[in-house]
């Protein structure tokens, strides 16, 4: 079995608590949904936010999902650079998983697509 990096993004609208914890629930239920893992499968989730995101952290949402309270998580903030996307929530899963590194489904959401146009049209919702 190997580990694998499964990433996803997405943005909010406003730094608003409820906001931030809804759209961090909604992209790793979709990353989970598309690969087919479970959360005794996860080695950890990396999160990051944009600096412009101070109202909570993400990890607060992946925390009140059920089974998901040994996973280890970490919020950071994300490198500002001049002109990136602004209120942005990244998450790295790293998954043990049996998939080849092709058969691994990246998630981008909302206005996150413009990241990675490339990864984002094969998200299926």
Known sequence: MLVRGIRGATTVEHDEKNEVL???????????AENGIL???????????????TTTFPAVAIRQLPGWEL???MC??????????PKCIRLMVMAN?????????????????????DLSKLTKA
Do not use: W
């Not at 809804?22 to 989970?32: C, D, F, G, S, V």
């Not at 499968?41 to 944009?50: D, G, L």
């Not at 950071?76 to 996307?85: A, D, H, K, Q």
């Not at 691994?104 to 996150?112: C, D, G, N, P, S």
């Open 22 to 32: 809804t759209a961090t629930r909604e992209l790793l239920q979709q990353i989970i």
């Open 76 to 85: 950071s903030l994300e490198v500002p650079v001049e002109g990136s996307l």
């Open 97 to 117: 998983t049996e998939k080849r590194q092709d058969e691994i489904v990246h998630v981008y959401l909302k206005e996150a697509m413009r990241l990675r146009p």
């Open 39 to 53: 959360p005794e499968e996860i080695a950890c989730v990396f999160i990051t936010v944009t600096n412009d995101l």
């Open 71 to 73: 996973v280890p998580l």
